[in-house]
């Protein structure tokens, strides 16, 4: 009579190579999970974004939207101008076309949100999930945010060949460019995060919410006017938000050469208050960091809430009609 | 209750056919109920909640003003701000026609509830003009509120001679606008989530070959493109030139007569249309089996 080892029946902990139970299973494994999660949400959001229709369509699904924005601009300005200068037309259109990347970010986590809460029903799904709730919202977020920077990029590259805006490889600040897009990318995210904590909290009809958002900050961001147009509250919160620094920054990084710009200026609050007309490149850099800081913040801050609040409430799951 | 029962005896005393031979009155009373039962949730989501106050009045009212303050800065004359408020009220219309219209069959079909509005025994045609009823109720007073503030705000003042045909116009428009929007929510019925994605297609390209921000005349060949098909461009250039009578408008559109007769035009041939393509369409999209397909 032969015995068999009870190790070959009995699964012991921490013995994965022959089969037993993982104990990273339950503690998770870090970085790793983190990095899987991101890339799965970003995959799948990708496939969400771009799989509906054909490559072609999808192109022009991705730039007819911030070049009719930019058209929208130019024309108003030209109607009044009677053909207005190069410089204001690169002021409009490098201000819209970063704008578009705004909308992108700021709808990507937003729609997730609402994708998955009322459309798929899948929200309460992905939330009992390993994954951390927060990382696949980030990672869904992304492919909207590559669909924006598709749609930017070809604005600009419209704005170059068509309407004569003076951007010139070889004139690009890139260290500036470089640090005003991580920062200001850090910051359109943190704001996804606070309208996605938003649409935890509202119904159905809050697909509008994040372009309404977007809207209002639009008016104080100096995308397509300088700030000093409007009143001096109005300026305060425009120097308060840190896509206004992004935009300016970018623009500075951009067009080194062109005069224009929507911070500071004659009339402006900046002027006034700290003696000279604009601020300075690395001045922007410095405010869009503090800004940024301050907004991302807030961000982790609200969305917790929410997240908590959600949960308390039983709005993981819950539908809404109209 | 005794209705009722008289309807149950005399259902139980014939055959399943005699029952469901329905007169005129029964199938237009139940169409009637359907358009009331329809509008009613978008109708009652006005006070329901109250954060569509915020993010309906409040924020696209910034957004307008953004366009008011462009004006301002290349020192545009006042009656173009005028023109900029009210192409910001017309966007509350043109954002419900496309995304609780145009989009709202493929909404009720990923919900699941498309096939029971199938199912149901009423004319679909009904369901579509209740949510259009429902929708005008909620937009008006989403544009009202936009058009009043941002009046007094920005100190529009509005030169009109022809109230009447103001009104009018305003009223064809709408009628057009929900027309259109009638015919893309047919279309939309065979889609999936390229509905979505064109749902957002038809806006800023939609806004810029509107004019909603400028003097449509000014685009030329596009403009005139514009005004023949799009009920929004049509109609607010119509009500810019009567609300604006005695202000430089730009020449180069029909007089607001001419664009009244082709908002006439354009609702009759959107309402024919939707109820011809929503036939058409379910048809297909019964045999093909897409009634039912959720999630694509």
Redesign the interface.
């Known amino acids: 009579m032969t015995t068999r080892s009870p190790a070959v029946h009995e699964p012991k902990f921490g013995t994965p190579a022959w089969g037993g139970f993982d104990p990273a299973r339950t503690r998770g494994r870090g970085a790793a999970d983190v990095r899987r999660a991101f890339s799965t949400a970003t995959r799948l959001g990708w496939q969400?974004e771009a799989n509906?229709?054909d490559p072609v369509l999808f192109f022009i699904?991705s730039v007819?939207?911030?070049i009719?924005?930019a058209?929208?601009?130019v024309?108003?300005?030209?109607?009044?101008?009677g053909g207005?200068t190069r410089e204001l037309r690169g002021f409009v259109v490098v201000g819209t076309a970063l704008w578009s990347f705004v909308m992108s970010g700021i709808a990507g986590l937003a729609w997730s949100i609402l994708d998955d809460r009322e459309?798929?029903r899948m929200l309460k799904y992905v939330y009992v999930s390993p994954s951390s709730f927060l990382i696949v919202l980030l990672g869904r977020g992304v492919a909207r945010i590559a669909v924006g920077a598709i749609g930017a990029l070809i604005t600009l590259a419209v704005g170059i060949a068509l309407l004569g805006i003076p951007i010139s490889l070889g004139n690009i600040d890139w260290p500036m460019l470089v640090a005003v897009m991580i920062a200001g990318l850090v910051t359109i995210v943190a704001v996804g995060m606070m309208l996605a904590a938003v649409c935890l909290q509202?119904?159905q009809?809050?697909?509008?919410?994040p372009e309404?958002?977007a809207?209002?900050l639009?008016?104080v961001s100096g995308a397509?006017?300088?700030l000093s147009?409007?009143p001096a509250p109005a300026q305060l919160l425009g120097y308060l938000s840190p896509l206004s620094w992004w935009i300016e920054g970018v623009r500075r990084a951009i067009m080194p050469g062109v005069g224009i710009g929507a911070l500071g200026g004659p009339g402006s609050i900046f002027a006034e208050v700290i003696g000279r007309a604009s601020p300075s490149s690395p001045e922007i850099i410095v405010a869009l960091l503090g800004t940024g800081a301050l907004v991302t913040l807030g961000a982790i801050v609200g969305f917790r809430l929410s997240d908590h609040r959600a949960r308390d409430r039983g709005l993981l799951d819950q539908?809404t009609?109209? | 209750m005794a209705a009722w029962a008289r309807r149950v005896a005399a259902g139980s005393a014939g055959s399943p056919a005699a029952s469901a031979a329905w007169s005129r009155r029964q199938a237009l009373a139940t169409d009637l109920r359907t358009i009331v039962g329809r509008a009613y949730?978008?109708v009652r989501?006005m006070m329901r909640?109250r954060?569509?106050m915020f993010?309906?009045i409040?924020?696209?009212f910034?957004?307008t003003?953004?366009?008011v303050?462009?004006?301002?800065?290349?020192?545009?004359p006042p009656e173009?701000v005028g023109f900029v408020v009210l192409g910001g009220a017309m966007t509350a219309f043109w954002?419900n026609v496309i995304?609780?219209m145009a989009g709202q069959l493929w909404w009720e079909k990923?919900?699941g509830?498309l096939e029971l509005y199938f199912a149901a025994p009423m004319d679909v045609m009904a369901v579509l003009i209740g949510m259009a009823i429902g929708g005008l109720i909620l937009s008006s007073s989403r544009a009202a509120v936009v058009l009043v503030v941002a009046t007094v705000v920005y100190g529009v003042s509005f030169q009109v001679d022809q109230w009447l045909l103001l009104a009018l116009v305003f009223g064809l428009t709408l009628a057009a606008l929900y027309g259109l929007g009638m015919v893309l929510a047919s279309l939309f019925l065979m889609w999936?989530?390229?509905a979505f994605?064109?749902t957002?297609?038809l806006?800023?390209?939609v806004?810029?070959i509107s004019g909603?921000?400028?003097?449509i005349g000014?685009?030329g060949f596009i403009g005139a493109l514009a005004i023949s098909l799009l009920p929004l461009a049509v109609g607010l250039d119509a009500m810019r030139q009567l609300a604006f009578a005695r202000s430089d408008y730009?020449k180069g559109t029909p007089s607001p007569a001419i664009e009244a007769l082709i908002l006439v035009i354009m609702t009759v041939v959107s309402l024919a249309l939707a109820r011809w393509m929503l036939r058409t369409l379910e048809r297909l999209a019964r045999r093909e089996g897409r009634l039912s397909v959720r999630?694509q």
């Open positions: 969400m509906w229709t699904y007819a939207k911030p009719s924005s058209l929208i601009f024309v108003m300005i030209d109607v009044i101008g207005s459309r798929y509202t119904r009809e809050s697909w509008s919410y309404a958002a809207g209002a639009f008016l397509v006017f300088p147009v409007l539908t009609g109209s | 949730p978008r989501a909640e954060s569509w993010f309906e409040l924020l696209p910034l957004a003003s953004t366009f303050f462009v004006y301002r800065a290349v020192h545009a173009y954002l995304w609780m990923s919900q509830n999936g989530r390229e994605h064109l957002q297609l806006q800023e390209p806004y810029f909603l921000n400028f003097p000014r685009l730009p999630w």
